[in-house]
């Protein structure tokens, strides 16, 4: 396990602004924020703060205006497109509010298909895939599709999906935000897991004041800023 | 590529129950299908009634024909003839007294026709044109039986016999054995007004080559009266050459010239092709065809258009997935990839379709086989469609992973109930075998074309699936992941 004090992304001084015509929607004013190996942040605040927007853009989905998201000493920005994807790939792992899976594909393919875009397929990939559903309780539901698959199941099947390339970071946008309470404790509780069991860093975005009570550190968005 | 291959495949298939793509992706294999089939068969087509043309054409008519620009008269030719014979790739030629001129029928005086005649030496000319082949009765124009039974029934001088060609003689009514007057030239008796010069001939046979242009025109009488009648003893106005290939027409018809030796008094010598006789029919079908590859092109073109717009209607639905996918790390070439994919294997596929198509149709309308029986149709046809029936409802049951099977399934029953009940096109039942004198209709397959068609369907499909692929890939990731 790697060392926790190691600073493993540095926001810069970020910002993000969208346009509209001649008006400016100023979402993010100067963040700045040092995320560490192996820690499980929560970023909280009101909706429509920016709090998604931060975490599209530490995944690389989004360009910010200004600022710099650095990974390790890498500019992440500075990257081509190409060699981007392939960062993204390897490094960052998401999960979102709602499942993202792919529908034509089946819960053992959506799990696979992360390491398929840079491997061709083989046996240890799904095999690797089916090993990340038994960890998170789905064994038996290896070949269903997700519109066979209850919420929580999905969101499962989403959190395995993340692990599959096994990266530093993974980035969660209110990962129960959809899901009903019975449902939200058991995707927590995978989470603390994975983070207690394999070390990765956990970013994520949430509404839930017990699931904020239950991190290493709490990130507090206000007007653009970090305030906590 | 082959995570490409694997999300596009399953796109083409299309497993979600409420998607309608996969149903699509037929449409548009079919669209490109039906476009591949019809250039196919359509130049098929156009390329055997030229070549059908060219070839009966060919069979009875002289490769080059030489004469003097204005049609003048010649002597020497014997010589000619022999000079021309020695040059390479020269068959056989033959001396003709050819003229127009007016025929008065039985009983009538006025002009009824006005024909050609060719005065010609019977064996001289089988080498060339294959005259004999094509004649019914005699061809023997001096010492027929039917003349001297004509000459003592009129009691008139006979100047000889007369082949007339077939469509000619019902044109005039005249029957074997009938007296034709035929109208050579006017002459001027010394009184100011010109009196008709006649001569009467049998009709001893018919020519029938089915070459309209012939079996409806010509009358060949015996060379040697044709000199007396026009008074040119030893002389011709034409040699009509055979080559042993028909294209080398041009290249040998200077040669010609040159061998005929024809002296500066004597007039300026004209080897005319078979091609510059027939200028205006090649050309009309070769414009024909012209026009018509431009006009299948555009079909194709059409059929790439609804490439297009199935894989814009793909990248519609499929944009949140394509978000997804660019979360999880592939690239804008992936997502471009992906899509090219998926429109290459509909143009493709579809090209494949077409081409099979277009060349079982041709070759159902080449063959000359009989349409099998109904009950031979219904006893094939009803197990195969039962059987499909059954097929079907288990594929629709279970969870669709049979669909696309059973689809092709349905697309080759169908086909084969379709070729089962559509006869062998006959000409003779369309009523058209008048015109283009064959009971079929004249299929030619060339193998060029169709290849040339299989590759521009194919850049034409692949060029389509362009924009539709550069969109999916310009999706912003944030902005795809968030489309509802």
């Known amino acids: 396990m790697s060392n926790r004090s190691e600073t493993l992304i540095r926001i810069v001084d970020l910002h993000k602004s969208y346009y509209d015509g001649e008006s400016e929607l100023r979402v993010l004013q100067g963040i700045d924020l040092e995320i560490k190996t192996s820690e499980l942040l929560a970023v909280i605040g009101a909706s429509g703060v920016g709090k998604s927007t931060l975490l599209h853009i530490m995944g690389t989905l989004d360009r910010p205006t200004a600022g710099q998201v650095l990974y390790g000493d890498q500019d992440v920005f500075t990257m081509p497109e190409a060699e981007l994807a392939r960062f993204r790939n390897q490094e960052v792992g998401f999960v979102f509010q709602f499942h993202h899976l792919l529908p034509e594909f089946n819960a053992l393919e959506n799990v696979a298909m992360a390491a398929l875009i840079t491997t061709p397929s083989n046996k240890a990939i799904y095999k690797e895939a089916a090993a ?32 599959i390339n096994k990266p530093k970071v993974v980035l969660a946008d209110e990962p129960t935000g959809n899901l009903d309470r019975r449902s939200s404790e058991a995707v927590h509780e995978l989470l603390w897991d994975l ?13 839930n004041s017990e699931l904020a009570e239950q991190v290493d550190r709490v990130v507090k968005l206000a007007d653009g800023k970090v305030v906590l | 590529m082959k995570f490409e291959w694997f999300i596009a ?25 039906l476009g591949v089939a019809t250039v196919i068969l359509v130049i098929a087509v156009l390329d055997g009634v030229e070549h059908g043309l060219k070839d009966r054409f060919l069979s009875n008519e002289a490769h080059v024909a030489l004469h003097i620009f204005d049609h003048s008269f010649f002597k020497d030719y014997q010589e000619r003839i022999q000079r021309i014979e020695a040059i390479e790739n020269v068959v056989a030629a033959s001396p003709v007294v050819f003229a127009q001129i007016g025929v008065f029928p039985e009983h009538s005086n006025t002009i009824q ?3 050609y005649i060719k005065g010609i030496d019977p064996a001289q000319e089988d080498e060339v044109t294959g005259f004999s082949t094509y004649v019914t009765g005699s061809t023997d124009f001096q010492n027929s039986e039917l003349i001297e039974k004509a000459a003592f029934i009129r009691d008139e001088t006979i100047a000889g016999g007369i082949i007339l060609g077939g469509r000619l003689a019902t044109r005039l009514g005249a029957m074997k054995g009938d007296v034709l007057r ?17 001569a009467n001939f049998v009709v001893i046979g018919f020519y029938e080559s089915e070459m309209e242009a012939y079996d409806s025109n010509f009358g060949f009488i015996h060379i040697d009266t044709a000199q007396k009648l026009y008074n040119q003893q030893n002389r011709v106005n034409f040699i009509f050459v055979r080559l042993t290939d028909a294209e080398l027409a041009p290249q040998i018809a200077t040669k010609i010239e040159d061998a005929a030796d024809f002296s500066v008094l004597e007039g300026m010598p004209n080897a005319r092709t078979w091609m510059e006789a027939q200028a205006a029919l090649f050309s009309a079908l070769q414009l024909e065809k012209i026009a018509t590859v431009i006009i299948e092109a555009l079909i194709i073109l059409v059929a790439s258009f609804n490439i ?21 790390g592939a690239s804008r070439g992936n997502i471009m990839r992906i899509f090219m994919i998926q429109g290459s294997v509909i143009g493709t596929l579809g090209t494949m379709i077409g081409t099979g198509l277009g060349l079982s149709i041709c070759w159902l309308l080449s063959t000359n086989t009989e349409r099998p029986s109904y009950w031979y149709i219904l006893a094939l046809v009803v197990p195969i469609v039962l059987q499909f029936l059954m097929a079907s409802r288990h594929a629709l049951r279970s969870k669709g992973g049979w669909k696309f099977a059973v689809g092709v399934l349905w697309l080759i029953g169908v086909g084969f109930a379709l070729y089962c009940a559509v006869r062998p096109i006959s000409l003779v039942d369309l009523g058209l075998s008048q015109i283009y004198q064959t009971h079929q209709l004249p299929i030619k397959i060339n193998w060029v074309f169709v290849i040339f068609i299989n590759l521009l369907s194919f850049v034409i499909c692949w060029f389509a699936t362009l924009y539709p692929a550069w969109q999916a890939a310009n999706l912003k990731p944030v902005e795809a992941l968030q489309h509802e």
């Open chain 1, 132 to 163: 990340l559903l038994e960890y998170v309780g789905l064994a038996e539901r290896l070949s269903h599709y997700p519109s066979q698959l209850s919420g929580g199941e999905r969101q499962r099947v989403a959190i395995a999906r993340a692990l």
């Open chain 2, 9 to 33: 495949s399953r796109y083409l298939r299309s497993r979600r129950k409420q998607s309608f793509i996969s149903i699509i992706s037929i449409i548009s294999i079919g669209g490109v299908a």
């Open chain 2, 308 to 328: 297009a717009s199935t894989l814009i209607m793909t990248v519609m639905e499929k944009t949140k997935d394509v978000g997804t996918l660019r979360t999880l």
């Open chain 2, 113 to 115: 026709d006005v024909i």
């Open chain 1, 195 to 207: 983070n207690a069991k394999s070390g990765q860093t956990f970013v994520i975005v949430t509404h």
């Open chain 2, 182 to 198: 035929l109208l050579i030239k006017l002459v001027d008796i010394g009184t100011g007004s010109l009196t008709p010069d006649l």
